[in-house]
C-alpha cells in the first residue's frame, strides 16, 4: 500500500531578484494562481530572511522562495547559489495519515527534522512534517522531503501553531546550519542485506497470445 499519495507541492530557491519573474512564469504560462504572498516572512530577524510566494495549480503547488540577506546571507540565497536558479529546494508529499507515516519512517531509521506542524501554507491548512537532507552537507545546501496531511472533505483541522509556514521552516534549517547538523534523512547501513525491489512479486507469465519473430516472413505470391 503506498504511503503516500501524490505530490502536494514543489518549492523552489530562486536567485536574487528573480521571484517576480519566476512568479510571473509560472502564473502567466502555466496558469497558476497566486495564493499567498510574503515579502518577508521574517522582518524582525536582523541576520536573514526569505520572501514566500505560493502558487496554486489546484492538484498540487508550487512554492517561490528568494533569500534576503542582512548581517548573514540567507539560507535560501545559499542554496539558489549553490544548485542554480529555480533549483528544486524541497518537493513535499501527501500522505493519508501523516502520524500513521512518521510512526513507519521512524521505526525504518528515517531521521526528521523536529516535531509536527499545524498550520496554513498558502494551499490551505495542514499537518507537516520536514526531513533531514538527502546528502551530508550544509544543512542549508542540502534538498529534503516535506510530508503533510491534509484534511479531507468536509473535516476541519486545528491550526493551534501560528499560521506562518515560512518561520518555522526557516528556523529549523537555520539552527541546523548554526550547529553544523549534517545529518542525513537515512543511514543505509539499516537497509536489509538482502532487500531487493519486486522480490515478493509473483513470477510473471506469458501471454497466451503472444508471439515472438526472430526474422521477417516472406510470403510467396500464389
Known sequence: MSRVNRVDHIAYAVASGMIEKWAWYHIEIEGGKLTKRVDDVRPDDPDSSMKLWCIDFESFGVVLVEGIDRKKKSQVSAFAECHGDHSVQHIAFDTTNLEDFVTHAISKGVNLRGQQLVSNDGFGDLKQLFG???????????????????????????????????????????????????STLIDFSLMPENWAPGKNLPPQRASATSTTHTSEETVEPA
Request: hydrophobic letters at 25%; charged letters at 25%; proline letters at 6%.
Open 132 to 182: 533531514k537532507g538527502y546528502s551530508k552537507q550544509n544543512a542549508a545546501l542540502m534538498s529534503f522531503p516535506e510530508y503533510v496531511e491534509r484534511p479531507k472533505q468536509g473535516a476541519s483541522m486545528s491550526t493551534s501553531v501560528p499560521q506562518n509556514t515560512g518561520k518555522n521552516f526557516y528556523q529549523r534549517i537555520e539552527d541546523a546550519r548554526n550547529s553544523g547538523d549534517t
